[in-house]
């Protein structure tokens, strides 16, 4: 029997509903919540996700700000904009769109942002409280990859679960995530031998690499929850992520399409962020 599909979308939607009751409740004492997103430069990917995530701001009840650069802005121009974004109380959120330009610091740019505003939670700080346990925010896909799990009603205590993938935004949260949920964790990456030997043991996959095709069927147990984080192209130019999702779906129990799995979950996490850092004022 073919693997159940995880409907990022419609989970996405359930989610959203609750994030703009909150606001609404928030709003109606006089805290309506608020992202500043910013963008330098005109990245075309870069300015459909703030477009989509302005979007979604106005979608749940939020008050957003999109504020757009030159790619020529100076470093010290956009930490002194950060800065009076911290000092905004009408601004509970910041965001800043990655990729930056060449001359801009990133992690100069990441760490410049208040703490209690880190709803894309990729501060030192951030990660520290996601190490340790403690409440903060989370990096927003790892998050939605989580509650993707969560609405398949499995309980991760005691699973393996394989996360393919060690980077900071996705794949060493993502293991932290699963850890605290009580798996035991395999991260595994470009260094590893055998990575199909860490697969078929796994009773969660999490794929999150970039390359299309890393995880096929030969390399998953029967009944797997297979959570595919890729955003590629194949030959034709369709979008696809990093699973054989055909293949994969013949042996898995459940997974996550692309388009439709990850992807509307991202946003829907940092509006969730958001408004918890709304609701902590």
Do not use: W
Not at 99 to 110: D, G, Q, S, T
Not at 114 to 128: E, F, I, P, Q, R
Not at 141 to 164: N, Q, W
Not at 177 to 197: E, F, R, W
């Amino acid at each position: 029997m073919p693997a159940q599909l995880i409907d990022g979308i419609l989970l996405s939607q359930q989610l959203r509903a609750d994030i703009a009751q909150r606001a609404a409740t928030l709003s109606a004492s006089g805290r309506q919540p608020g992202l500043a997103v910013i963008l330098v430069g005109e990245d075309p990917a870069s300015q459909v996700y703030v477009r989509n995530k302005v979007k979604a701001c106005a979608d749940v009840g939020f008050h957003s700000v999109l504020e757009k650069y030159a790619a020529e802005l100076p470093e010290a121009a956009l930490l002194d904009r950060i800065a009076a974004l911290n000092a905004d109380p009408a601004i509970h959120g910041i965001l800043v769109q990655m990729p930056l330009p060449r001359h801009i610091n990133p992690h100069k740019v990441i760490e410049a942002i208040s703490t209690t505003k880190d709803v894309d939670g990729y501060s030192v700080l951030s990660a520290g409280e996601l190490m340790t346990g403690l409440e903060g925010f989370r990096p927003c896909t790892p998050y939605g990859c989580m509650k993707l799990i969560e609405s398949t009603g499995v309980d991760l205590r005691g699973k393996h679960a394989v996360v393919i993938g060690r980077s900071n935004t996705v794949g060493k949260p993502m293991g932290l995530l699963l850890l605290q949920a009580n798996a035991t964790v395999t991260i595994c990456h470009s260094a590893t031998p055998d990575l199909a030997y860490h697969t078929r043991q796994a009773d969660v996959v999490v794929a999150a690499v970039g390359r299309r095709n890393t995880l096929t069927a030969d390399m998953v147990k029967p009944g797997a929850i297979v959570i595919d984080v890729g955003m590629n192209r194949d030959d034709n130019g369709k979008l696809c992520g990093d699973v054989d999702t055909a293949g994969v779906r013949e042996v898995a129990s459940y997974i996550t399409p692309v388009p439709g799995g990850v992807g509307p979950m991202t946003i829907t996490m940092l509006l969730m962020n958001t408004v918890e850092a709304a609701e902590r004022t």
